[in-house]
Antibody, heavy 128, light 108 residues
Framework: QVQLVESGGGVVQPGGSLRLSCAASGFTFSNYGMHWVRQAPGKGLEWVSFIRYDGSDNYYADSVKDRFTISRDNSKNTLYLQMNSLRAEDTALYYC?????????????????????WGKGTTVTVSS | EIVMTQSPATLSVSPGERATLSCRASQSVSSNLAWYQHKPGQAPRLLIYGASTRATGIPARFSGSGSATEFTLSISSLQSEDFAVYYCQQYNNWPPITFGQGTRLQIK
């Protein structure tokens, strides 16, 4: 079945770094864009970043721009989020999510930029 | 940035009754709106996309309507498993993709 499993979360001091991973299975990873979405304690969902199916482009929320880097390895069916200069306000449960749109050969069909499969998340705590 | 505002923040409804959740966009998002269900400890679940199209496997008691700036998620005949937090999300004008703050649907 289609599955996303996040890992790499933990406790880190302010200013520190962490790299999250998301292992995908049950679908052709290289045909889909991927998102990171987070949920701070007691708060709602916040979109963090998106990467196109082939890694050719990526986008970020202003709150993480220039600190976080999204990437993917289609040969390993894995999505990454490199988080640098972490702040207390980055404390959250981080989800990876598959975009709905199917992409191949430079074209995407079936809609995109909403998430049809989500992982269960990995927790990041930024604290001294 | 398009701001999504959901109302009410909390909705109390009895099982078997109908629930109506609202989502308003600060500017038109056409029909580029999705709804998600989120239960504690679980992954969020896509319910509706394109404002009114049910995602795969979603029961017919869930329906979405609206366009431009006003949207509604309706759940007819509430089941026990429907009590959760619901989020709307716009994908018309991004980045950033934006979510509403959520509506908590609780048992009355």
């Amino acid at each position: 079945q289609v599955q996303l499993v996040e890992s790499g979360g933990g406790v880190v001091q302010p200013g520190g770094s962490l790299r999250l991973s998301c292992a995908a299975s049950g679908f052709t990873f290289s045909n889909y864009g991927m998102h990171w979405v987070r949920q701070a304690p007691g708060k709602g969902l916040e979109w963090v970043s998106f990467i196109r199916y082939d890694g050719s482009d990526n986008y970020y929320a202003d709150s993480v721009k220039d600190r976080f880097t999204i990437s993917r390895d289609n040969s390993k069916n894995t999505l990454y989020l490199q988080m640098n200069s972490l702040r207390a306000e980055d404390t959250a449960l981080y989800y990876c999510a598959k975009d709905k749109g199917f992409c191949t050969g430079g074209m995407c069909i079936g809609g995109a930029y909403y998430m049809d499969v989500w992982g269960k998340g990995t927790t990041v705590t930024v604290s001294s | 940035e398009i701001v999504m505002t959901q109302s009410p923040a909390t909705l109390s409804v009895s099982p078997g009754e109908r629930a109506t959740l609202s989502c308003r966009a600060s500017q038109s998002v056409s029909s580029n709106l999705a709804w998600y269900q989120h239960k504690p400890g679980q992954a969020p679940r896509l319910l509706i996309y394109g404002a009114s199209t049910r995602a795969t496997g979603i029961p017919a008691r869930f329906s979405g309507s609206g366009s431009a700036t006003e949207f509604t998620l309706s759940i007819s005949s509430l089941q026990s498993e429907d009590f959760a937090v619901y989020y709307c999300q716009q994908y018309n004008n991004w980045p950033p993709i934006t979510f509403g703050q959520g509506t908590r649907l609780q048992i009355k």
